[in-house]
């Protein structure tokens, strides 16, 4: 009787829980040769609610609302659809037909697949119609277009197990992890770990072409800024999760463009199957000629009307593409009955194995409402910067997003913001977060300061000898307008002491590290530097840069100080001004010399005093803010930058008056399926007389590394010019022809080729006369320095090695005619 009376308790309490699941599992074949389909679609009917076979061709796919029909599909076959049982558990075991419609010719030989073909092929035809009509239903076509806008970003830690979970670490947070379907991407057990929204109000007008963004409410989770720049990982993350416009030749998915299946020039890469009609429109599966391409495979409604418009697309891309750390992608775009875009969803599934193990998920959603055409608005709305956030978009309420948002949080989402802030604020947790910071960032945090980085803290070189270095910088603790940095290093060989030391002040209340930067900033160093060593995302005293090829004695001492003004807009347009004192000395191997009365007499050194300005502009820049260096993300957008020194006689015991002028554009070319070329192009003029050490000495390389904007295989002060044009040309095929290549396929490394060509020279009046060129030091007097490599990328997935070979120069003593060089280079 007790428990007949707890049963009934509980059956009134809890009537959730004791609702039965529709469950449908089975296997998925093909009809004719009996072999399982792998990523074959399995969706319940009217939903959007499915899963996919595993590479045995198995599925599960269970709701706890019932249904009664299934749908399933895969490239090349006609789609199923079959009856089910609700709230029943059931094996369906699913034989498909390959679909032979369009096809010319079908050849049956010892059972292999039927030939496919473009020609005749109904198929194509209708792809060719879509590609010919896809300008007429792009939004663009549209004067004047307005719509809101609502996105999601989630990211969670993915496949976790059980026994991850039951660690004693997490004894106290199992409040953070979240359960779903086991079929689901991302697997069973996750680990919601970010979460940001936004909502926004957007213009579009065609002429002149403006597209405009204001944020008007804006949330995520937020980290300890020791340990991440929240802006900066929001950027890169949105950067991953662009929107996907099925109509663009080509879209980009991470940091790689993949053809898109209604490309001008698709057909020749894709193969298209007609698999169905729904409700007037066609159903079209496309998949790649070649599995390993950067290409999508997945399903395209289209509409049977004149406009040959999509309806709605489904993309995935195959496990086994050319494509670092992708477990699992799918993107769902659907359109309204205008053509405009309605939602889309784009999931990814990360993890260094593509087959099981520990990952991260990704999720970004995007929805549309209020979508109003050829509405015109005043010219001052499509004005200013192309993104405005409203000053008070992060002070919404909870409310307020309880009542905008266009559906309830559920789910792994529903709680991320509050299991967040109460992590950041558990004990263990932030010894966690500094330890961290310390061993993967190089700064341990103190609160008001931190020190670092540690990878500076030993080094050693041919003058100084073994170089212990010590320092670090305040922190927004401190102080969020005044910040200070420092170090103190000292020679053991040379016995000398080196240091440094800043002052930045903050115009903005924002800190200095942070976009837009407005600060001024007072500096002076006394220290060592290689004449013509350029560093770029390295620390200077980074102890794998003492590893050096060739004799690299010739260094100098110098005493800088300097007063800048620095000034970013939102635009990404800034502008710089300062003032710089330059006290150089010879030291090791170099020496400054010039001819008095035909002998020659030693100089003790050279100072300068100049005045100069930068201006740079990089319309639309994203870019991570580590705790060294502004990492831009980059994309297709140029980069300007010009400078120009103006140096003064007479001014802080300045010695010569002189004008330099410097130009560089940098930009990133996308050619498809080919991959994308990065072309970096500069020049310089320099007017007035001057020594050799004031002259641009060329960027060279004597380190074992590969530089992407220095010269391999010149030795340091090689090569100097008062006037020069460079360009740097750096293509990678990503894959192009190794994928052609069975063995290479496998191990997915990616092909790459290297370009620099360097024209410059140097006056007459600057030739000699006002101090010796050392030796081995030169001009470009007999045409240009060329150099080239052919490279190997993608080795074990992070590591670029390159067989580099000098074209001219080569009669120059210790010039090395070829080399190998390596870096590390992280990229999906």
């Not at 996919?52 to 029909?69: I, N």
Request: with cysteine.
């Amino acid at each position: 009787m007790k428990c007949t009376i707890l049963s009934y308790f509980l059956l009134i309490a809890f009537p959730i829980s004791l609702v039965a699941q529709t469950v449908v599992s089975g296997t998925v074949t093909d009809a004719g040769t009996k072999a399982p389909l792998e990523m074959a679609g399995i969706v319940i009917s009217g939903k959007t609610i499915g899963t996919h076979t595993d590479e045995k061709g198995h599925f599960t796919l269970s709701a706890s609302e019932p249904f009664t029909q299934i749908s399933v599909y895969a490239m090349g076959y006609k789609t199923v659809k079959l009856t089910v049982v609700p709230e029943k558990q059931q094996v369906i075991n699913v034989k498909l037909m390959q679909n032979t419609y369009g096809l010319s010719e079908v050849v049956v030989r010892s059972g292999k697949k039927q030939k496919y073909s473009n020609k005749n092929n109904p198929a194509v035809d209708l792809i060719r119609e879509v590609i010919a009509h896809k300008s007429k239903n792009r939004p663009e076509n549209y004067d004047y277009a307005e719509y809101h806008k609502y996105e999601r970003m989630l990211l969670s830690l993915s496949h976790l197990s059980d026994t991850f979970r039951n660690r004693r670490i997490f004894k106290n947070y199992q409040y953070l992890f979240t359960e779903q379907d086991s079929d689901a991407i991302g697997g069973r057990l996750m680990l919601p770990v970010y979460m940001e929204e936004k909502m926004s109000d957007n213009y579009y007008r065609r002429n002149p072409y403006t597209k405009k963004q204001i944020i008007r409410a804006s949330k995520q989770v937020k980290y300890d800024e020791n340990l991440i720049d929240n802006k900066g990982w929001s950027s890169t993350l949105n950067f991953f999760y662009q929107d996907i416009d099925i109509y663009q030749n080509n879209i980009m998915l991470m940091t790689n463009q993949l053809l898109s299946p209604v490309a001008g020039g698709a057909p020749g890469f894709y193969k298209y199957f007609i698999t169905d009609t729904v409700d007037h429109q066609v159903v079209l599966d496309f998949s790649p000629r070649s599995k390993t391409d950067l290409l999508f495979e997945g399903r395209l409604y289209i509409r049977l009307d004149s406009t040959y418009a999509i309806s709605r697309a489904e993309l995935r891309v195959d496990k086994r593409i050319n494509l670092n750390f992708v477990r699992r992608m799918e993107a769902n775009i659907t359109f309204d009955e205008r053509n405009q875009l309605k939602e889309s969803t784009l999931k990814m599934d990360f993890g260094l194995s593509k087959e099981k193990g520990k990952g991260m998920y990704g999720e970004r959603i995007v929805q549309i409402d209020s979508f109003f055409l050829d509405k015109k608005r005043p010219n001052a709305d499509y004005g200013g910067s192309a993104v405005e956030t409203l000053a008070d978009a992060e002070k919404k309420d909870t409310a307020y997003w309880a009542l905008n948002r266009p559906y309830a949080l559920s789910g792994p989402a529903a709680g991320v913001y509050k299991n967040m802030d109460s992590l950041q604020h558990t004990p263990s947790f932030k010894r966690a977060v500094n330890w961290a910071t310390f061993l993967l960032i190089g700064f341990k945090n103190f609160g008001p300061f931190e020190i670092g980085p540690v990878n500076t803290f030993y080094s050693f070189n041919a003058v100084e000898g073994f170089r212990p270095r010590f320092g670090g910088r305040t922190t927004e603790q401190l102080s969020k307008r005044i910040y200070f940095e420092g170090y103190m290093a000292y020679g053991v060989k040379d016995e000398r002491f080196k240091y440094f030391v800043s002052a930045t002040y903050s115009l903005n209340n924002k800190s200095i590290y942070t976009f837009p930067q407005h600060y001024i900033r007072a500096s002076f160093q006394h220290d060592t530097k290689i004449p013509g060593q350029e560093l770029q995302f390295v620390q200077e005293n980074n102890v794998l840069l003492s590893f050096k090829r060739g004799t690299s004695n010739q260094m100098l001492y110098n005493d800088f100080f300097k007063l800048e003004y620095l000034h970013e807009l939102q635009n990404h347009f800034s502008y710089s001004f300062g003032l710089k004192y330059w006290d150089q000395h010879p030291a090791g191997g170099l020496s400054f010399q010039k001819l008095v009365n035909e002998e020659v007499v030693n100089v003790t050194g050279v100072k300068t005093t100049e005045l100069n300005m930068t201006l740079r502009y990089a319309p639309h820049e994203q870019f991570y803010q580590s705790k060294l260096y502004r990492t831009p993300i980059t994309d297709k957008y140029p980069i300007f930058t010009l400078r120009y020194n103006q140096g003064i006689k007479g001014l802080l015991n300045g010695e010569y008056n002189y004008q330099h002028v410097a130009l560089n554009i940098t930009k990133r070319f996308y050619l498809s399926q080919l991959g994308y070329t990065d072309v970096n192009a500069e020049g310089s003029y320099l007017f007035g007389q001057l020594p050799f050490p004031l002259l641009d000495i060329h960027r060279a390389n004597q380190t074992y590394s590969f530089q992407l904007q220095s010269y391999n295989l010149m030795n340091f002060l090689e090569f100097v010019s008062d006037h020069y044009a460079g360009i740097n040309i750096d293509h990678h095929f990503n894959g192009f022809f190794f994928n052609k290549v069975p063995l290479l396929r496998r191990l997915k490394w990616r092909e790459i080729v290297n370009a620099k060509f360097l024209w410059g020279g140097v006056r007459s009046e600057n030739a000699a006369q006002l101090m010796l060129f050392p030796s081995g030091t030169y001009s470009l007097s007999n045409g240009p320095y060329i150099e080239g490599s052919a490279g190997i990328g993608n080795i074990f997935k992070i590591v670029r090695v390159d067989f580099v070979k000098r074209f001219t120069y080569q009669h120059h003593p210790e010039a090395p005619l070829w080399g190998i060089r390596a870096m590390l280079k992280f990229d999906f």
